[in-house]
């Protein structure tokens, strides 16, 4: 996919302004863009979907903590979306300790911020801060900087007093955001290299790239070696898997879907032999998207 800087296009993203899918979609997209922020995945797809953006900006799964369900979630519970994968972005992730300015790290009460963020620093944290301190949840790395802003968080007493002062909480973001606000950042480091992987998506067919990828949602059939039998026809094609990952389909228990990248687009010859098999041998099927990748 080709950088976009075309100003009358708008691209919605996962936000606020300051999150990393936001920078994502900045190094993709170019600042000469219309950018949208949504609070939720499903607002993304929806803005999409109602032709008010032109792409949407969502994260898939990190190095580290692996898939983000929400994104997954959305394309199991709307199979007859309009909305296909356009492309993706890995983006390097580097997080930072947020504080007001001056405060020790042994007067942290509290840390903040979202999901995904708090599960990647976790070792660290554990490590760097007082045992008694407590870890809170916000919908996004940028909304956990804003508790550091204001001294009420919660209207619950017990909330409240587990949170702390303003000064001693401690919020995971940007060290963006952290200069914007005056506070400082402290680098959080990690053992392993932490990307997030971010989907690209639009209407209609992206263009085909010299180097291309297809991701693919199925069911299984409730029989013995279905699994086996759904992933022959690749190998039998010669076709690689780069990722597999199942959830849950939440209609009957136990049956689960499966999400996987295949290299190759799905109008080579040999990609829709094996396609038509995997149809054949599953109770749901469908392709949410073929699309360039770089190398």
């Known amino acids: 996919m080709r950088r976009n800087r075309n100003p009358m296009h708008t691209v919605?993203?996962?936000?606020?302004?300051?999150?990393?899918?936001?920078?994502?979609a900045l190094a993709k997209f170019g600042r000469g863009t219309r950018y949208v922020h949504a609070p939720t995945v499903e607002d993304v797809f929806g803005l999409v979907e109602r032709r008010q953006a032109d792409y949407g900006v969502?994260?898939?799964?990190?190095?580290?903590?692996?898939?983000?369900?929400?994104?997954?979630?959305?394309?199991?519970?709307v199979p007859r979306t309009s909305v296909e994968i356009h492309g993706e972005i890995q983006f390097p992730i580097n997080h930072y300790l947020i504080t007001h300015k001056g405060i020790p790290l042994n007067r942290i009460r509290a840390v903040l911020s979202h999901p995904q963020a708090l599960a990647q620093?976790?070792?660290?944290?554990?490590?760097?801060?007082p045992r008694h301190s407590v870890r809170w949840e916000t919908d996004s790395t940028a909304a956990a900087v804003q508790f550091l802003l204001r001294n009420r968080v919660s209207r619950f007493a017990d909330v409240q007093a587990s949170l702390g002062t303003r000064?001693?909480?401690?919020?995971?973001?940007?060290?963006?955001?952290?200069?914007?606000?005056?506070?400082?950042?402290?680098?959080?480091?990690?053992?392993?290299?932490n990307?997030?992987?971010?989907?690209?998506?639009?209407?209609?067919?992206?263009?085909?790239?010299?180097?291309?990828?297809?991701?693919?949602?199925?069911?299984l059939k409730d029989k013995p070696g279905a699994l086996?039998?759904?992933?022959?026809?690749?190998?039998?094609?010669?076709?690689?898997?780069?990722?597999?990952?199942?959830?849950?389909?939440?209609?009957?228990?136990?049956?689960?879907?499966?999400?996987?990248?295949?290299?190759?687009?799905?109008?080579?010859?040999?990609?829709?032999?094996?396609?038509?098999?995997?149809?054949?041998?599953?109770?749901?099927?469908?392709?949410?998207?073929?699309?360039?990748?770089?190398?």
Not at 122 to 129: R, S
């Open 12 to 24: 919605a993203y996962l936000g606020p302004e300051h999150t990393n899918t936001h920078l994502a």
């Open 58 to 77: 969502v994260p898939i799964e990190n190095s580290l903590e692996g898939a983000v369900a929400h994104t997954l979630d959305r394309f199991i519970n």
């Open 121 to 129: 620093c976790a070792q660290w944290l554990d490590k760097a801060l």
């Open 167 to 193: 000064r001693n909480r401690a919020a995971i973001g940007r060290k963006e955001i952290a200069k914007e606000h005056k506070l400082q950042a402290r680098m959080i480091p990690t053992k392993r290299e």
């Open 195 to 219: 990307k997030t992987r971010f989907l690209i998506l639009g209407l209609g067919e992206p263009p085909r790239g010299r180097r291309n990828k297809t991701s693919l949602l199925f069911v």
């Open 228 to 295: 086996h039998d759904a992933l022959v026809p690749f190998k039998r094609h010669r076709l690689n898997l780069t990722k597999i990952e199942s959830r849950p389909s939440k209609r009957k228990a136990w049956e689960y879907l499966f999400f996987i990248d295949v290299e190759g687009h799905a109008s080579e010859p040999r990609m829709q032999r094996a396609l038509k098999a995997l149809k054949m041998n599953t109770a749901r099927f469908q392709v949410l998207g073929s699309y360039p990748v770089k190398k």
